[in-house]
């Protein structure tokens, strides 16, 4: 039995006064009706302390891909930790389901990548990425190979390295190892200068890129790290052939590049893994975490090629990177169950078919006068507001948009993401459209809402 069961609401938020929340605002969560309590979650809903329903419009956050309370995946982690319930795979270690799951994520992604370093993050997942590259270079003798080009916009995680690499925005106020990182402008076609077709304004980015290489020296820099589509940046999609123009660019250069799929693997795209499938590249590593076991235990891979594999296992190469909880057995049990319920039940393909209608059903939010834009892809969507729709003006920070919507949305049942002037939606990939009708009308009820008092 839970053991919060006979708690009430208000006396699980004065325990909670002793947790640290993730990105907040510390402050303002001293008033414990700011906070929400998630007690309980099944299918595509989640169930505050006092009973009240939601669809879970985020997926938990971009990760509950298979949905809510799957008693295979539950079973499947209970079933292993009375088998083992811990090893390492440090030094010559391994376990049954390490081993498995190695060679399944190999057998899911693109044909050159076949060695997979299990973490517990996305974050970690690229550090590991960026810490490997190092390593990588440094073997090869190049050892000024060491910077990282990322983009205005991106959001790779919270440890040290991942949010140096993540947009500045995200880290006012915070240090982070800057030195290691040049920064390329975000393939944001919305907010594109107003002289250039789409077609331009990518041909611009890649001329940027190229320009800071040269500029930089292509023996400085170890990798390119991009997001297929930016998440928390606000749900990018970048102009048709960016990302292929810019694999191009880092192959010409000798620059490693590394495709951050934490939130798109997995279904998310209605593909396993969406570089190749989707964007057309084939990247020398590939990170995801989220929907390797669909949030149900915390896990991430570190996915590199075999010619980065055959530097760091030559002769006198150690592996000097390790992880108390890699290759977790419970995580591993998770992670297998997880992926047979996207392919037993072909998750992806229905991905694949009602993704589209997602995307035109939200399209209608467009008709309201503060909706700038709906956009992403599949089954993750962004809506952005704006003042005035003509001129694209943003709302001030402090008119809090995103907050005001997501709030009014909460209230008739719906948990959407505010990120600034956005709502956000990253939903459990198992909604049908009888959902998805429900998400709609709700936004549009909490975007009238909110426009009445502006
Ligand atoms: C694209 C991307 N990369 C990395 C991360 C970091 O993952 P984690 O929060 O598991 O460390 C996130 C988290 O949202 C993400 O969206």
Redesign the pocket.
């Known amino acids: 039995m839970n053991s919060n069961a006979a708690l009430s609401t208000g006396e699980i938020l004065d325990l909670d006064e002793h947790l640290v929340h993730?990105f907040a605002d510390l402050n303002a969560l001293k008033q414990k009706d700011a906070r929400t309590v998630i007690a309980r979650a099944a299918g595509p809903y989640v169930f505050d302390a006092d009973g009240r329903r939601y669809i879970d419009g985020i997926g938990g956050?971009?990760?509950v891909n298979v949905g809510h309370g799957r008693r295979e995946i539950i079973d499947a982690i209970a079933a292993q930790l009375h088998d083992l319930d811990y090893y390492s795979t440090f030094y010559n270690l391994t376990h049954p389901l390490a081993a498995e799951l190695s060679a399944k994520i190999a057998g899911l992604t693109p044909d050159q990548l076949n060695h997979v370093y299990f973490g517990?993050?996305?974050?970690?997942?690229?550090d590991t990425a960026v810490r490997i590259l190092h390593h990588y270079f440094n073997r090869r003798g190049q050892k000024s190979k060491k910077r990282i080009l990322s983009r205005i916009g991106?959001?790779?995680?919270?440890?040290h390295m991942?949010i140096a690499m993540t947009t500045p925005a995200y880290r006012e106020g915070w240090d982070s190892a800057d030195s290691l990182v040049e920064f390329l402008s975000s393939p944001y076609p919305y907010r594109r200068p107003d002289n250039m077709t789409r077609e331009q304004f990518c041909d611009f980015l890649i001329e940027e890129m190229v320009a800071r290489i040269e500029a930089v020296g292509a023996e400085n820099i170890a990798g390119f790290i991009a997001?297929p589509i930016?998440?928390?940046g606000g749900v990018i999609v970048p102009p048709a052939g960016y990302h292929r123009r810019a694999f191009e660019v880092c192959q010409r250069y000798e620059i490693m590049t590394i495709s951050?799929?934490?939130?798109?693997a997995f279904g998310r795209l209605g593909q396993m893994f969406a570089s190749q499938k989707v964007f057309g590249i084939e990247p020398d590593i590939i990170?995801t975490?989220?929907g390797l076991t669909s949030g149900y235990q915390?896990m991430?891979a570190t996915i590199i090629s075999d010619q980065i594999f055959e530097v760091i296992s030559e002769p006198g190469a150690r592996f000097l990177h390790g992880m108390t909880y890699s290759g977790h057995p419970a995580c591993c049990a998770a992670a297998l169950a997880n992926i047979a319920i996207l392919e037993n039940e072909n998750i992806c393909e229905h991905v694949q078919q009602l993704g589209p209608k997602f995307e035109s059903t939200l399209m209608r939010l467009e008709q309201l006068d503060i909706v700038g834009e709906v956009r992403g892809s599949h089954f993750m969507m962004g809506i952005e507001f704006v003042s005035d729709k003509s001129t694209r003006q943003a709302f001030p920070e402090d008119a809090n948009i995103g907050g005001r919507i997501a709030s009014e949305a909460q209230s008739r049942g719906l948990i959407v993401r505010p990120l600034g002037s956005m709502a956000v939606l990253s939903p459990c990939l198992i909604l049908d459209q009888g959902h998805i009708d429900d998400i709609v009308d709700i936004l549009e009820q909490s975007i009238s809402a909110v426009m009445s008092e502006l």
């Open positions: 993730s956050l971009w990760c517990n993050s996305g974050s970690v997942a690229n991106a959001y790779h995680g919270s440890t991942a997001e930016m998440g928390a951050d799929e934490v939130v798109t990170c975490a989220k915390p991430s």
